[in-house]
């Protein structure tokens, strides 16, 4: 059994410690106040800066990039830091824009970062075929010798479908950072970006995490559940999903067996 260390950040960025391994997945280290314009009448509003400064970080093997090209997953701030890391993997279009030796991944495609190996998992950043308006995203399943209870999994910003419950059918998960939110933006109405409370307590009960820990739920505008509206959709899930919840504290590394 190993044990890992997770900080969360703020929003979807998570330190990961591993073995004296450190992996930080989608940067965002902005200043709080900004709007950002996603594209396609989409924006938000950055609420709160991140839990701990990029000068305070201390040294990183790789960034886990779950997609360029919104600022919400990689900010001014965390882009800047990019290269002071050893490697990037994100997608494979994401590695085109990035250029300088970043590691492009399609889904179910695989590689290593020293003993680590990082598993490309399927994403729908949207409805049915929006996948050209809101681009290419990718989770991330890591193994590593010494996993009791199965590997890491990184959601990555999606929906819901067939090819996030197909993770579940060809992984066996230990712990799982879930991207949640339920993002909306108003010109789209009720047309989800990301997955709601509900859909967790769907996914949980097919993935049979050991632990299940939600991010990418505070921070921006365009989140439209916070942890008071997951909280309450978990109060009504069956019993073995909420026991399986582990909220982590911003800026405060957490110890978990995997």
């Known amino acids: 059994m190993t044990d890992v260390r997770l900080t969360h950040i703020g929003g979807p960025t998570v330190l990961i410690e591993v073995d004296g391994r450190r992996l ?9 106040g900004r709007r950002y314009v996603f594209g396609w009448g989409t924006s938000s509003r950055k609420l709160a800066g991140p839990a701990i400064a990029p000068g305070d970080l201390g040294a990183i093997d790789a960034v886990l990039l779950t997609h360029d090209h919104h600022d919400d997953n990689l900010d001014d701030a965390g882009r800047a830091l990019l290269w002071d890391a050893g490697v990037v993997v994100t997608t494979e279009s994401g590695a085109r824009r990035l250029g300088g030796g970043a590691r492009g991944l399609a889904p179910w495609h695989s590689t290593s970062l020293d003993g680590i190996d990082v598993i490309a998992t399927p994403c729908r950043h949207g409805p049915p075929l929006s ?62 970006y990301t997955m709601t ?62």
Not at 24 to 32: H, Q, R, S, Y
Not at 143 to 172: F, K, M, N
Not at 227 to 239: S, T, V
């Open 24 to 32: 930080l997945t989608d940067p965002t280290f902005d200043a709080p």
């Open 131 to 192: 996948r050209p308006i809101v681009g290419d995203v990718i989770g991330f399943a890591l193994r590593w010798h010494g996993q009791d209870h199965g590997a890491l999994w990184i959601s990555g910003d999606t929906v819901l479908y067939d090819g996030v419950r197909e993770v579940a059918e060809r992984v066996r998960v230990g712990a799982a950072l879930l991207h949640l939110g339920g993002v909306r933006f108003p010109v789209t109405g009720p047309l989800r």
């Open 197 to 258: 409370a509900r859909d967790a307590v769907e996914l949980c009960e097919l993935m049979r995490p050991r632990v299940a820990i939600p991010v990418h739920y505070e921070g921006w505008k365009h989140f439209q559940e916070g942890r008071d509206a997951i909280e309450r959709e978990l109060a009504a899930a069956p019993e073995d999903v909420r026991s399986c919840i582990r909220w982590l504290p911003l800026g405060t590394g957490v110890d978990l067996a995997v």
